[in-house]
């Protein structure tokens, strides 16, 4: 596959769509529009990829979109809307799968197509944030795994709420405290890990950071301070009893 970018018209055609398919959630799919010439482009940097069947997780699409990059030996346009607008729509069957009955539930906007005028809240957007959540920790993207583990349609509460903070998603020592504390050694969710965990986690590290370097700090080590908090507590032991066992 041949990666293009929408034009304005293109991420207004998109949007058309959208909100067609929410009045008529069993609409087809516009796959016409991807290779429109009134509607797209190519990229300034070519890039192509082969499209897997699927993915199996926000991390193995990210690992996947950054591969095709560096094969092509192009950065991906993180920042280009229309390119990320494309993108969704060429694996919509993926970002917004049918149920049983053919039918789609597309979300609000903003999980397909980054709003410029509100770039804060761009991680909403399913692909462009699960790349660059990859591409932030590209070193070691499994210190990322907390919001990556799940799957492209379904990022999750617990995701959300640890990517729409960006002092904690920027910072490799917090996420991968929060990837130790939210994912098992299998790679699964912990229970207790939700998105209310996460508020809590994440007004823990303000506080915390004031006084301890947690980035400089290993994740076994850094949990053991949060371990006086009443609603992190439980999920701090089970985490550390793991290491312990493992």
């Not at 917004?96 to 005028?117: F, L, M, Q, S, T």
């Not at 699960?130 to 932030?136: G, N, V």
């Not at 904690?168 to 207790?192: E, H, W, Y």
Request: proline share 6%; glycine share 6%.
């Amino acid at each position: 596959m041949k990666f293009r970018r929408f034009n304005e018209a293109g991420i207004a055609a998109f949007g058309e769509f959208l909100a067609t398919l929410r009045a008529s959630p069993a609409a087809p799919v516009p796959n016409d529009l991807l290779t429109n010439p009134q509607l797209t482009e190519p990229l300034a940097n070519q890039i192509e990829a082969q499209l897997p069947a699927a993915f199996a997780s926000r991390m193995e699409f990210a690992r996947w979109l950054h591969a095709g990059g560096s094969a092509s030996r192009a950065d991906v346009p993180r920042d280009d809307v229309g390119f990320w607008a494309w993108l969704s729509l060429a694996l919509f069957d993926q970002v917004c799968p049918a149920d049983v009955a053919g039918k789609r539930k597309p979300g609000a906007d903003a999980r397909h197509i980054i709003h410029a005028a509100d770039w804060k809240r761009r991680y909403r957007h399913l692909l462009q944030n699960a790349y660059e959540i990859y591409y932030l920790h590209r070193d070691d993207p499994s210190r990322a795994l907390v919001g990556l583990v799940n799957p492209l349609h379904k990022p999750g509460e617990l995701t959300e709420q640890i990517n729409g903070r960006q002092e904690i998603v920027t910072c490799p020592g917090c996420m991968s405290l929060a990837t130790f504390l939210c994912v098992d050694s299998q790679g699964n969710r912990r229970k207790g890990a939700s998105g209310e965990f996460a508020n809590k986690f994440g007004k823990s590290v303000n506080r915390i950071s004031r006084t301890f370097d947690l980035p400089a700090m290993q994740p076994v080590e850094s949990a053991k301070l949060f371990l006086h908090q009443r609603k992190l507590k439980k999920l701090v032991e089970v985490a550390l009893a793991g290491e312990a066992s493992g």
